[in-house]
């Protein structure tokens, strides 16, 4: 069973990564990683720390990409953002979570940011 | 189409991936490249080389087979990496990216070109493989459809150079738009046609 959101989503942290870079955002670190989760992208917008998570979609039968991200990554994420943020001595910066949705098929392109798109989230 | 594929389940391969690229003339752009393996009983009318297709009729395809085929896997170099390595290797490398992909492992390549890669596996390197080989000729489809929605996101990002039309081929609205806006972070920079306008 083939994973047709995985063909493109590859080629989607390139273009999200343009796409930031357009609006002005400064990249500090791509797909960082630790043992709770991953963040796709972290960067500098203005005094604000982002940490961004790229969607990537090639319909939308199912959801929209700025749909997509669960409340369970949102923990994750808010995690992951704790710690990087903890490692880098940055726990007193601004920070938000933004998401850029792509979506990509036989008739629609489409890229948006969105700003501040959840709220870090504890879980439990 | 098939002839490629028997000979080599003859020889008892069990999965065979035809791969090819696109995007390797462009002066923007990642190349990309794809891995296809298909199951004896794909349905292949109409599938051929990708350049032959209408635009419509590649994207039917291209649905066609990334819902019928056992995996496809895709790679890609991007034009930093052109710039850096020269354009065939990164097409090369595109593709072994693109076997590197597949959720199967394959035990037998079938390669549009004349080049064989880098991976660990007995391969074929076929001249005209995308006319010859249904799995080569698949696999120049899914590359050809994921690069031109690639560089049709792009051109939302760019949008002075009408990346959405030339994909990024040297046509001669490409050549104007470059001489009129300068060159932006995707073109490839070692390329004759983008290097005078550094």
């Given at each position: 069973?083939?994973?047709?959101?995985?063909?493109?989503?590859?080629?989607?942290?390139?273009?999200?990564?343009?796409y930031?870079?357009?609006?002005?955002?400064?990249?500090?670190?791509?797909?960082?990683?630790?043992?709770?989760?991953e963040?796709?992208?972290?960067?500098?917008?203005?005094?604000?720390?982002?940490?961004?998570?790229?969607?990537?979609?090639?319909?939308?039968?199912?959801?929209?990409?700025?749909?997509?991200?669960?409340?369970?990554?949102?923990?994750?994420?808010?995690?992951?953002?704790?710690?990087?943020?903890?490692?880098r001595?940055?726990?007193?910066?601004?920070?938000?979570?933004?998401?850029?949705?792509?979506?990509?098929?036989?008739n629609?392109?489409?890229?948006?940011?969105?700003?501040?798109?959840?709220?870090?989230?504890?879980?439990? | 189409?098939?002839?490629y594929?028997e000979?080599?389940?003859?020889?008892?391969f069990?999965?065979?991936?035809?791969?090819?690229?696109?995007?390797?003339?462009?002066?923007?752009g990642?190349?990309?490249?794809?891995?296809?393996?298909?199951?004896?009983?794909?349905?292949?009318?109409?599938?051929?080389?990708?350049?032959?297709?209408s635009?419509?009729?590649?994207?039917r395809?291209y649905?066609?087979?990334?819902?019928?085929?056992?995996?496809?896997?895709?790679?890609?170099?991007?034009?930093?990496?052109i710039?850096?390595?020269?354009?065939?290797?990164?097409?090369?490398?595109?593709?072994?990216?693109?076997?590197h992909?597949?959720?199967?492992?394959?035990?037998?390549?079938?390669?549009?070109?004349?080049f064989?890669?880098?991976y660990?596996?007995?391969?074929?390197?076929?001249?005209?493989?995308?006319?010859?080989s249904?799995s080569?000729?698949?696999?120049?489809?899914?590359?050809?459809?994921?690069?031109?929605?690639?560089?049709?996101?792009?051109?939302?990002?760019?949008?002075?150079?009408?990346l959405a039309?030339h994909?990024?081929?040297?046509?001669?609205?490409?050549?104007?738009?470059?001489?009129?806006?300068?060159?932006?972070?995707i073109?490839?920079?070692s390329?004759?046609g983008?290097?005078?306008?550094?």
């Amino acid at each position: 069973m083939l994973n047709i959101r995985q063909l493109f989503g590859k080629s989607g942290e390139s273009l999200a990564l343009s796409y930031l870079k357009k609006k002005g955002y400064r990249i500090l670190e791509t797909n960082y990683r630790n043992k709770m989760g991953e963040i796709d992208i972290i960067a500098l917008d203005k005094d604000v720390i982002v940490f961004v998570e790229v969607k990537t979609r090639q319909s939308t039968f199912f959801s929209h990409p700025k749909e997509a991200v669960t409340v369970t990554k949102q923990v994750t994420m808010s995690r992951v953002a704790q710690a990087w943020l903890k490692s880098r001595n940055k726990n007193d910066s601004k920070a938000r979570f933004d998401v850029v949705a792509i979506l990509s098929d036989n008739n629609t392109h489409e890229i948006e940011l969105i700003k501040n798109a959840f709220d870090l989230r504890s879980g439990t | 189409m098939w002839s490629y594929e028997e000979k080599a389940a003859l020889s008892g391969f069990l999965t065979i991936a035809g791969v090819d690229e696109a995007g390797r003339g462009p002066l923007a752009g990642p190349v990309v490249s794809a891995a296809v393996v298909l199951p004896v009983d794909f349905p292949s009318e109409g599938i051929t080389d990708s350049k032959k297709l209408s635009p419509g009729k590649r994207d039917r395809l291209y649905d066609r087979i990334v819902k019928k085929a056992i995996a496809v896997g895709v790679g890609m170099a991007e034009p930093e990496e052109i710039d850096t390595i020269n354009i065939l290797q990164a097409s090369l490398l595109s593709m072994e990216r693109a076997v590197h992909d597949l959720h199967v492992i394959p035990d037998y390549l079938l390669i549009d070109g004349i080049f064989t890669i880098s991976y660990d596996a007995p391969q074929e390197a076929i001249k005209k493989g995308d006319m010859l080989s249904i799995s080569i000729a698949s696999a120049s489809i899914v590359a050809k459809v994921t690069r031109d929605r690639i560089m049709k996101s792009y051109d939302l990002i760019y949008p002075d150079y009408g990346l959405a039309g030339h994909k990024g081929y040297p046509t001669k609205n490409h050549k104007d738009a470059i001489a009129a806006f300068g060159v932006s972070p995707i073109h490839r920079k070692s390329f004759k046609g983008v290097k005078e306008y550094l």
